[in-house]
């Protein structure tokens, strides 16, 4: 391929910035900020600062691992997209080659690497994440918009790599933490595929807004998870978890979420999806900031 042969002969280093890029590094600094919040939620005592960065390296080198393989599976369909075209891998930057070990590279050595300095149940459920991503997620893309519920899944399993590395075990505190991901996940990502969704017909990806042209079905889908969204967001508070002011703070912040909810799901366009994307991208860390700082015990 041409890509292959435009790519060959480039000293390493100037690969360095394409191969970083390969990672998807806002990606990463999701997966990080989810993993310290259920890390730290799970801790009891003083916080344990060399095995949470054990865990952020671990969990850094496979999210890395797992984006560089989805970039070369995806790599023919990213090229035909606009937002995509310009990747590493379509852009010629970087060879099938270089994409393939790197991401291989990164994945084995994440996985060891979280096994032997966390626990065996931290490096599981990242496999698991790895497996459901690239076997499961990514080849549903191109035939099913159930894709986007089987991809909330790996999306939402970071908290509990944190929370089983710093505690060992699984509670049902941290299933609340994976519950209120995986339905966050659904106005962010739908958001997304509206506004983008001409690019992914080009790419012959199959998400709902492809098949909605009047986004009544993705406005709805749209505001049913803000709503069952903002009732997870409360049940901290009574379990216990968090409180009063996580209370307040996820109550106003589950109701301007809401708001924009309802307006897609009213309006169905472009700028209401623009506007429940910029609330999601706000709404998580502002949670999650609350749930750390208002955390009980």
């Excluded at 995509?84 to 991401?103: M, N, V, W």
């Amino acid at each position: 391929m041409k890509m292959e042969s435009a790519t060959v002969d480039r000293p390493f280093l100037w690969k360095l910035p394409a191969f970083f890029e390969l990672t998807k590094p806002r990606v990463i600094r999701s997966v990080i900020l989810t993993s310290v919040v259920g890390f730290y939620l799970a801790s009891s005592g003083r916080l344990d600062l060399l095995l949470l960065f054990h865990t952020l390296v671990g969990t850094t080198l496979l999210s890395g691992g797992a984006a560089a393989l989805n970039e070369f599976i995806e790599r023919e369909a990213d090229g035909r997209m606009r937002r995509t075209c310009s990747r590493p891998l379509p852009s010629g930057r970087l060879s099938e080659s270089d994409a393939l070990i790197a991401g291989s590279i990164l994945i084995v050595v994440g996985s060891f690497y979280l096994a032997l300095l966390t626990n065996l149940l931290a490096a599981f459920l990242g496999c698991v994440t790895l497996a459901v991503y690239l076997l499961v997620y990514t080849p549903l893309k191109m035939k099913t918009p159930i894709c986007t519920t089987i991809g909330a899944i790996p999306g939402a399993i970071p908290p509990l790599i944190g929370w089983a590395a710093a505690k060992g075990s699984l509670d049902s505190h941290a299933l609340l933490l994976f519950a209120i991901l995986f339905a966050w996940q659904f106005p962010h990502f739908l958001a997304i595929s509206w506004l983008y969704k001409e690019d992914y017909k080009r790419a012959g990806f199959a998400m709902l807004s492809s098949i909605d042209p009047d986004g009544r079905r993705t406005g709805r889908r749209i505001l049913i998870f803000t709503v069952i969204l903002f009732g997870l967001s409360v049940v901290p508070v009574t379990s216990g978890l968090t409180g009063t002011v996580y209370l307040v703070g996820a109550l106003v912040l589950g109701s301007v979420f809401l708001w924009f909810g309802f307006e897609a799901a009213l309006f169905r366009t472009t700028t209401a999806a623009r506007h429940v994307l910029m609330a999601s991208v706000v709404y998580l860390p502002l949670l999650l900031f609350l749930m750390v700082i208002d955390k009980n015990g």
